[in-house]
C-alpha cells in the first residue's frame, strides 16, 4: 500500500511539475503581421473601410476586411458588399469559405452551371459553408451585404475562365 501512495504522489508531482514546465510565464503576443493590420479587431458597421473589391470580382462589388489578410495563409473575416443584380459566376475556393448574410437578399446554388431554378434564398442572418473546392455560384438580388471568414489565401477560381473578370481585361 505504501508503495502505491509514493508511486501516486510520484505521478502527481510529475504532472503538476510538467503543467507549470508548460504554463507562459506572460500570454503570448500576437503575430507583428496582425499587430500591424490590426491593433483591436473590434468594429462597427460604420467604421469599415470599404473599397473596391479584388480584380476577382466584376466591377461593382465593394469589400472591407474586419480581421486578418487574406491574401496570407490564416483566418480572416471580410465583408463584401454586391449592388442588386450582381453575380458571381460558377466559381470554387481552394480552402473553406463559410458566409453570413448581414443585410440584403442572396441567392446562391451548386454546381458548375448557373441553374436559377436550383438556387436557395438567403435573408440576413443566413449562412452557408462552402467546403473547398466545391463548385456554387452566388447573386445578390438586391443591395446584400455578406461576411465570409475562412482560412487564407482566399482565392477564387472560375470553372468557365471566360466568367473570370481577370481574363477579360487582358483579352
Known sequence: MFRFNKLVALFVVTAA??????????????????QATHAAPMVNAGDL???????AFNAGAQMAVIDGDPTKPGPF?????????????????????????????LAAGM??????AAMKTFTAGGFA???????H??????????QVHGIGPFMLTYVNPNDDPRKKKTQ
Not at 49 to 55: L, M, Q, T, Y
Not at 77 to 105: N, Q
Open 49 to 55: 473601410k470599404w473599397g473596391p473589391a479584388p480584380p
Open 77 to 105: 473575416v471580410i465583408r463584401a458588399k454586391f449592388p442588386s443584380g450582381f453575380k458571381v459566376m460558377p466559381h470554387w475556393h481552394p480552402t473553406d469559405e463559410s458566409v453570413t448574410v448581414i443585410s440584403g437578399t
Open 17 to 34: 511539475g510538467v503543467s507549470y514546465a508548460q504554463a507562459p510565464d506572460k500570454p503570448a503576443s500576437k503575430p507583428a503581421a496582425h
Open 129 to 135: 459553408r462552402m467546403p473547398r473546392k466545391t463548385t
Open 111 to 116: 454546381g458548375d452551371k448557373w441553374d436559377d
Open 137 to 146: 455560384y452566388v447573386q445578390a438580388k438586391e443591395e446584400t451585404i455578406v
